[in-house]
Every structure is written in C-alpha cells, then in structure tokens.
C-alpha cells in the first residue's frame, strides 16, 4: 500500500485492510446513521432539520449578527452541474459574549443544517464563525434563498424560536 503521494509504502494483509475498512464503516455509520451521508446524527437541533421556517414562531430582533459569505454564490445554481455550493459559511460578531449561539440554515425556506458559531475576542469586539454542508438536493435551479437564524430555545417547556439574523437572497449581498 502506498501513501504520501506515493513516495512510501507499508506492507498490510488483505485480512488486516478488510478490518480497517469495516471499523472506518462502523464508525462513519455510527456517526452518520444510515441515510444520507451529509446529515450526521449528531445534529445540534435535529428537531429543525427539514421542517419549514414557518413551523416556528420567527422574531425579527436578532441578538447577534450573522453574514453569509459569497451570497453570490446561489444567485445562479445548476444542481446537475459541476459545482454547487453546498459548503455555507459565515461570519458572526456581538459585543457581548457570544456562547453556546446555535444558527439554523434555511435553503429556500426550510431549515436543512444547524451550526454552532465558534468565536475568537478581538480588542472591541467577539467575532465568531460558522460552516454547514448542505445535501445538493436542496438548491432549485436558478437563484436560491439562504436564510440564517438563531435558535432560541424557551426556558419554560423547551419550545424554539427563530431569530432572523440575514439572508443571502438573490440579488443580496448578505448583510
């Protein structure tokens, strides 16, 4: 077997390799279920996941602020060709201490991945950054809508609220 681009190699046995790959399979199951191999089990809010924005009651007030960057990007999406942007990645800023935020990306108007917003402090203010992988399927031809919200669970009962933060609609520049 060969690695590092070919320069080296290391001796296995086909007994020793078909055992590596099943535990590698094992593992990715385990993570990822059986389904589709892009929405993992381990989703922070699997209740959102497929259900439309309109399942939830939606506050226009956001406590942080969050971009979506290259929006660009899916003013003119071909699902069958030879790119599609399913790697959805942002930027997330607040002056006060940004900790534990959830976003909901919504494609279209359904909720298809949620992300938590890792952070960094700069001298005024938090800064943070997100990154979901979307299924392909879920972009139309032509111009698609990416919405970002916040996730807002309620203290009493658990119930979710979603806390528009923006949107990459065709024609907008995300902010």
Known sequence: MFYDRARASFATTTDRLAAAT???????????????????????????AGRPVTAFPVADDPLIGVWVQAPEAYEHVDPG???VPSLIRGDARQRAPI???VLAVAVNGTIVAT???GTWQTRSQQRGSWWVVVPPECFRPGA?????YQVETSKQGGGLTLR???TAAAGSRGR
């Open 99 to 101: 900790t534990g935020e």
């Open 115 to 117: 992300s938590p917003v």
């Open 164 to 166: 528009r933060t923006s």
């Open 81 to 83: 060709g030879g790119f």
């Open 22 to 48: 099943m535990e590698s399979a094992r593992r990715k199951i385990a993570m990822f279920g059986p389904g589709p191999a892009w929405l993992p089990r381990m989703y922070l809010a699997p209740q959102l």
């Open 144 to 148: 698609n809508d990416v919405a970002l």
